[in-house]
């Protein structure tokens, strides 16, 4: 995809649940997909597979543990960029001053 056909997803992926009627767990794969490619364009970094399993797990309501250095914030964007496809807003939390400056 080009940079702008990647802008275009979130677009697509929006009118898909807002307005089609898909579930976010339909489009789940697909959205993890365009925000992993969207963190490698802009970041230069790409998500290993430990992290998209932890976001997957955080979009399924359950708690994910990870280590400091093993890429806490970059696995937080994959539920946060798929839930917010639906509109009502998400919220990332982090007791850590630094890294809410930070990221």
Not at 16 to 45: H, P, Y
Not at 46 to 66: D, N, P, R, W
Request: proline fraction near 1%.
């Amino acid at each position: 995809l080009t940079d702008e056909e990647l802008q275009a997803k979130t677009d697509e992926l929006k009118k898909r649940v807002q307005e089609d009627g898909e579930s976010l767990d339909d489009i789940l794969l697909e959205a993890f997909a365009t925000a992993r490619e969207a963190s490698w364009r802009v970041l230069g970094q790409k998500h290993y597979k430990v992290q998209i399993m932890g976001g997957a797990g955080l979009h399924f309501g359950y708690v994910s543990e990870m280590k400091t250095g093993e890429g806490k914030t970059l696995t937080c964007v994959l539920p946060a960029y798929l839930n917010a496809l639906s509109g009502k807003g998400v919220h990332v939390v982090t007791v850590n001053d630094y890294l809410a400056k930070r990221d």
